[in-house]
């Protein structure tokens, strides 16, 4: 975030002089969006995007009903927790008619996956799947490739480390322009918490030579310690979940759930350092499936064979779901990468 406002008034009014000084400007409004989208279709603002990105998943904690003060829900989410959800889920389904007016003005409209449109629809909004998930709309061909959130942290606890591996991450990976900028942006931007990690979108092909580079990184004392490598549970091949990353598959495949439990007996077999199974992934418990996977870079040639393995079996697993669907995308990615698929003869 560039700047702060404080009242729509005020954003609206940087929005405008940034256009004129023809100057990129993030604007943080402090306010509810329940109550701020609504004024700004009753204004006519008409942005190029309109998503959310709320933990509507979690009425309770993660929504704060319109009119309340965060004093007030603090206190109520202990003393009064159904009047929280009641009033945040009320608050959703403004919210989501909101976006809807949004989609009907022609403004491109989609959820960003925390399950916001399901809330609205328990809620008597019967139209609320009218605008599409994310996913669908703009990340699967991207899925389809098995490419998706690619994460890093340091075990070192050094700072310094994870800025030797983005740029060895830059050399390693010279053409990716999109990679390059988002990895200087983010060494300039984000504050690290907790251990010092990073995370970047790459796929099959890609993520078992960023393994074996870590690794070697750490066996020559290049870094101070092992990296610990995962991704996040927005994956392309590891999750059944039908408001999120499976919405809308060709083949009506949305919420079969083989795929998580596949991907983790693959990545079990691999050589994984940890895998788990686990549900609730960013639109809450009993709506999705996940399986998830770490692996250490500890600079040994038993890494080296299994960091080759996992990192090449779990993004290709993105890329056999999506090709067993149909995708077209899908079957050009596994012939490229010499994925012997049945679907495929």
């Given at each position: 975030?560039?700047?702060m406002?404080e009242?729509l008034?005020e954003?609206l009014?940087l ?8 100057k990129?400007?993030?604007i943080?409004?402090?306010g ?8 700004m279709?009753?204004r006519?603002?008409?942005?190029d ?5 709320t933990?509507?998943?979690?009425p309770?904690n993660?929504?704060?009903?319109s009119?309340?003060?965060?004093a007030?829900?603090e206190e ?6 159904a009047?929280v ?7 959703m389904a403004t919210?989501v008619k909101?976006?809807?007016?949004f989609q009907?003005m022609?403004v ?6 925390n399950?916001i449109?399901?809330v609205?629809f ?5 139209n ?19 490419i998706g959130p690619f994460?890093?942290?340091a075990l070192?606890g050094d700072?310094?480390d994870i800025?030797?591996?983005?740029e ?16 200087d942006m983010?060494g300039?931007?984000i ?9 970047c979108?790459?796929g ?5 030579r ?9 066996a020559?004392?290049e870094?101070s ?12 091949g590891?999750?059944a979940?039908?408001?999120r990353?499976?919405e ?8 079969v759930s083989d795929?998580?439990l596949?991907?983790?007996?693959l990545?079990?077999?691999s050589?994984?350092?940890?895998v788990?199974?686990?549900h609730g992934?960013g639109?809450?418990?009993?709506y999705?499936q ?6 250490v ?7 080296a064979?299994?960091l080759?393995r996992?990192?090449?079996?779990d993004?290709?697993t993105g890329v056999?779901r999506?090709a067993d ?15 012997n698929l049945?679907?495929?003869k």
């Amino acid at each position: 975030v560039d700047v702060m406002a404080e009242t729509l008034d005020e954003a609206l009014a940087l929005l405008e002089q940034s256009f004129r000084d023809k100057k990129p400007l993030s604007i943080g409004l402090l306010g509810n969006a329940a109550d701020l989208l609504p004024e700004m279709v009753k204004r006519g603002v008409r942005p190029d995007l309109v998503t959310d990105q709320t933990s509507a998943h979690d009425p309770v904690n993660g929504y704060l009903p319109s009119g309340w003060t965060v004093a007030e829900w603090e206190e109520k989410r202990v003393s009064d927790p159904a009047a929280v959800e009641t009033a945040a889920r009320a608050s959703m389904a403004t919210h989501v008619k909101a976006m809807l007016d949004f989609q009907k003005m022609g403004v491109p409209t989609t959820d960003y996956g925390n399950n916001i449109r399901q809330v609205a629809f328990d809620e008597g909004v019967e139209n609320a799947f009218d605008f599409p998930g994310f996913v669908p709309a703009y990340i699967r061909p991207l899925f389809c490739r098995g490419i998706g959130p690619f994460r890093w942290a340091a075990l070192s606890g050094d700072p310094e480390d994870i800025r030797k591996t983005d740029e060895a991450m830059k050399k390693l990976f010279p053409d990716n322009a999109g990679l390059h900028r988002w990895l200087d942006m983010a060494g300039e931007r984000i504050a690290f918490q907790g251990l010092p990690a990073r995370i970047c979108w790459i796929g099959l092909g890609d993520r078992h030579r960023a393994g074996l580079m870590f690794n070697e990184m750490v066996a020559s004392g290049e870094l101070s310690a092992p990296i610990v490598i995962g991704r996040d549970h927005l994956d392309s091949g590891s999750v059944a979940s039908p408001n999120r990353e499976t919405e809308a598959m060709i083949d009506g495949s949305d919420a079969v759930s083989d795929w998580p439990l596949l991907n983790a007996l693959l990545n079990t077999a691999s050589g994984a350092s940890w895998v788990s199974l686990h549900h609730g992934g960013g639109v809450g418990m009993g709506y999705s499936q996940h399986s998830g996977v770490v692996i250490v870079a500890d600079g040994t040639e038993e890494a080296a064979k299994r960091l080759e393995r996992v990192l090449w079996n779990d993004p290709a697993t993105g890329v056999m779901r999506h090709a067993d669907a149909g995708y077209d995308i899908a079957k050009d990615a596994a012939r490229e990468h010499g994925l012997n698929l049945p679907s495929l003869k």
